[in-house]
């Protein structure tokens, strides 16, 4: 008589486990686009203060009399120029603080002079994209990109 072999199929457990192991990948793969995103996100926002920080030095170059006056000098938190600008500096400043606020959260800077080096601070708050980072003492997560250059 012939033997009969039996056929083995998987187990209850051997499929939770194969379950568990497919749902562990899948998340890492979330996770990583996730950070990938809030990555690309802060990057981003780098990228626009670094913008905006030449963009001033170059107007500034531009104007550079100005500049040497001290038109253009502000400190962090001060408003830009109100109204309608009448002087290329302020229409300057004017438009800078446009794009500070378009483009970056909260987004502030100062122009601070000494000679001919300045130093521009560009100051924007970074807890809607990096909410894992201590936040200051305020509260807030405030990142700032310091650029100084010769005029």
Do not use: C
């Not at 104007?63 to 302020?90: K, V």
């Amino acid at each position: 008589m012939p033997t009969r072999q039996r056929s083995n199929g998987f187990s209850l457990i051997e499929v939770l486990i194969a379950l568990l192991i497919t749902a562990l990948g899948v998340m890492g793969t979330v996770a990583t686009h996730i950070n990938t995103i809030k990555f690309n996100q802060t990057s981003d926002v780098r990228s626009h203060a670094t913008m905006l920080a030449y963009e001033i030095a170059d107007r500034m170059r531009a104007n550079r009399t100005a500049a040497l006056s001290g038109h253009y000098d502000i400190a962090l938190s001060a408003n830009a120029p109100n109204g309608t600008p009448s002087t290329i500096a302020e229409t300057d400043l004017h438009d800078w603080f446009n794009a500070l606020t378009s483009y970056l959260s909260e987004g502030d800077g100062s122009v601070a002079r000494n000679g001919n080096i300045v130093t521009i601070i560009v100051q924007w708050d970074e807890s809607r994209i990096s909410s894992s980072r201590q936040a200051d003492a305020n509260g807030t997560h405030l990142q700032s990109f310091v650029f100084t250059t010769e005029l």
